[in-house]
T-cell receptor, first 107, second 113 residues
């Protein structure tokens, strides 16, 4: 079983829409959680950390469900610039990266 | 502030040729350093990580090696490249201790022909 699993998508949404997706992780000892964003042919960049109580950063909301071992990312009021691949990352002892969920926002 | 430099940005090498990719970090001491590879359309695969000078751990056995000759320098090497070595190579760093995210360099896109 993979350490981190994500729905690869793609999620194709119109501008202004809300899009949400999850990832699941296998190691219950995971201590920290992140969402990274990767643009085409670029390096991944940290989007936000995910805290146990859930957290927001502007239009982005991240949630953690330890009991079911999944984290989620919700993007409100999608912009064209949100088009990217979003990587779910968990840290049981070193970061484990999911393969990514591709989001395409269309005009 | 901390910065990470990785070069070259792109590289085309023939099968059987050697490889040397370099990564340096500025603005911090004793960072944890990582080499990842991302094949086309695939996820990130951890190749090597280092917690200190001369300390290298290999995650995946293959024809690549890594070295850390200085605190903030991490080198990925191969004596003879294979076609399957093509990919996007990313160096990353994180502070020691704690549960921190990693910061990536801009990557090297390697094509073995």
């Amino acid at each position: 079983r993979k350490e981190v699993e994500q729905d690869p998508g793609p999620f194709n949404v119109p501008e202004g829409a809300t899009v949400a997706f999850n990832c699941t992780y296998s190691n219950s000892a995971s201590q920290s959680f992140f969402w990274y964003r990767q643009d085409c042919r670029k390096e991944p960049k940290l989007l936000m950390s995910v805290y146990s109580s859930g957290n927001e950063d502007g239009r982005f909301t991240a949630q953690l469900n330890r009991a079911s071992q999944y984290i989620s990312l919700l993007i409100r009021d999608s912009k064209l610039s949100d088009s990217a691949t979003y990587l779910c990352v968990v840290n049981p002892y070193r970061l484990s990266f999911g393969a990514g969920t591709t989001v395409t926002v269309r005009a | 502030s901390q910065t990470i430099h990785q070069w070259p940005a792109t590289l085309v090498q023939p099968v059987g040729s050697p490889l040397s990719l370099e990564c340096t970090v500025e603005g911090t001491s004793n960072p944890n350093l990582y080499w990842y590879r991302q094949a086309a359309g695939r996820g990130l695969q951890l190749l090597f990580y280092s917690v200190g000078i001369g300390q290298i751990s290999s995650e995946v056995p293959q024809n690549l090696s890594a070295s850390r000759p200085q605190d903030r320098q991490f080198i990925l090497s191969s004596k003879k490249l294979l076609l399957s070595d093509s990919g996007f190579y990313l160096c990353a760093w994180s502070p020691t201790g704690g549960n921190y995210g990693y910061t990536f360099g801009s990557g090297t896109r390697l094509t073995v022909v």
